[in-house]
């Protein structure tokens, strides 16, 4: 295919992905219902959900919970943070997403009580539901990391995207001076589950390639610090960016775990099998340990058996119901899968949560599984990408077989985030996609 072809391909699917679809043609008769639905709540899953469920149900009593006014479109933050994009890029009004007829409470949650089926908020109000979905995203941990704390970020060669646009955008600040004066990079991953593990290999591949296109390479050195003996959790591709990495000259360091930072001093200690190590840098790249927030492992809904210090919701892998609770649903970042804490993943997991809630309601069984879709376009350099998707299993199930090669450094792939991911995204939290 041509690259002015292609251009065209994409301008179009962008286009298609941003329009509503014609769902009255397709989409099965409402299921009448005077059901309560309470989701926890309004990022990319529980709008989404919200979305789909006020067309799949005919009476039915939808209330999502979030505090939060602010949308932030998350795989945007890599962007952000390395100056591709402004901050204002990744923000949109919450308001503008959430269908009529919803109501919106805009408190946190603090319990859940699984046997009455409430939900208490933090004002004190108590919420009964007949079904249950939880998809509050995660905490990011940034306590467990001595010496820490966000106000420290883009000050001190710390970096540290993932707290939001702002967090972003000072990450830049100091990433940006470390790609103009040189010196050690570190960049780091924690040993929980995260959302999006392709996120500090992007920042560590695009830091590198800014820093060679302004002739500073020679400047550099690059220190990857890896949580475990692997760069990703998919065997081929973490051969492929250990080969990256050889080419490019960034040095891996094996089961790593940032574990403390002393910002004045410009060093970092790190838990190893052999003990800790200390590491000085003059910009380091932090990732907190990931958790599911409080409520949920207070609440008894986690797993019992594992993830025991991460609280992630025990839910079935394929269909995302409490193994417990079977009125309580799971999606996104908080659900106690193996894989699948991006937003890509988000858009399957919504459509099985959707279709077993609406068939429980309609006094039958759903169909539809989840088998762990979770896509990472993982930025190899500026306009370059390899579009990584995979399963459970760690099979790589690609969208465009033999369009598209999933272990290749592509402008194809580049292209498809920086124009078709967004418009997907939105089309995702409209219900339409």
């Known amino acids: 295919m041509k690259r ?85 890029y990744v923000i949109s009004d919450e308001a503008r997403w959430l269908p009529n007829g919803v109501e919106w409470i805009q408190s946190r949650v603090a319990a859940v009580d699984a046997e009455a089926e409430t939900v208490s908020t933090e004002d004190g109000t108590d919420i009964a539901y007949d079904w249950l979905v939880l998809a509050p995203g995660l905490v990011l941990d940034y306590g467990a990391i001595s010496g820490f704390s966000e106000d420290l970020i883009g000050t001190n060669g710390i970096g540290a995207l993932y707290g939001g646009p702002d967090a972003a955008a000072r990450t830049w600040a100091a990433a940006q001076r470390f790609t103009e004066e040189g010196g050690r990079g570190v960049f780091t991953r924690p040993a929980t589950e995260m959302k999006c593990a392709g996120a500090p290999l992007k920042h560590t591949f695009l830091i590198d390639d800014i820093a060679r296109r302004a002739g500073n390479s020679d400047k550099l050195e690059m220190l990857y610090a890896a949580q475990n003996d692997t760069l990703f959790g998919v065997p081929i591709v973490s051969e492929k960016v250990r080969m990256l990495f050889e080419d490019r000259g960034i040095e891996p360091v094996y089961s790593h775990v940032l574990s403390a930072i002393d910002p004045g001093a410009k060093r970092a200690t790190f838990a190893t099998p052999e003990g800790s190590a200390e590491i000085d840098y003059d910009y380091i790249h932090v990732i907190p340990p990931q958790r599911a927030p409080d409520f949920i492992r207070s609440s008894g809904l986690s797993w019992a058996d594992k993830w025991t210090d991460q609280g992630w919701v025990e839910v079935d892998m394929a269909t995302l119901r409490h193994l417990r609770y079977p009125e309580i649903f799971a999606l996104g970042d908080v ?8 937003a890509a993943s988000v858009k399957w997991q919504v459509s099985v949560v959707e279709d077993h809630l609406v068939a429980a309601i309609d006094g039958r069984e759903g169909t539809e599984t989840y088998d762990g879709y979770t896509s990472c376009p993982l930025i190899t350099r500026i306009g370059r990408a390899m579009l990584v998707e995979f399963d459970y299993h760690d099979n790589l199930v690609p969208s465009f077989p033999g369009m598209i090669a999933p272990l290749e450094e592509l402008w194809i792939s580049w292209l498809m985030k920086e124009v078709a991911l967004k418009a997907t995204y939105n089309a995702m939290l409209r219900g339409d996609a």
């Open 4 to 88: 002015r072809d292609f251009l065209s391909l994409a301008a179009l699917g962008a286009a298609a992905a941003a329009a509503p679809l014609r769902r009255a043609d397709a989409a099965p008769k409402p299921v009448a219902t005077s059901a309560h639905i309470v989701i926890v709540g309004a990022g990319a899953g529980g709008t989404a959900l919200a979305n789909r469920l006020v067309r799949r149900l005919d009476g039915a009593r939808i209330t999502i919970i979030d505090p939060r006014t602010t949308h932030i479109y998350q795989p945007g933050l890599t962007l952000v943070a390395t100056g591709l994009k402004p901050a204002d």
């Open 335 to 342: 659900a106690g899968v193996p894989k699948g804490k991006t």
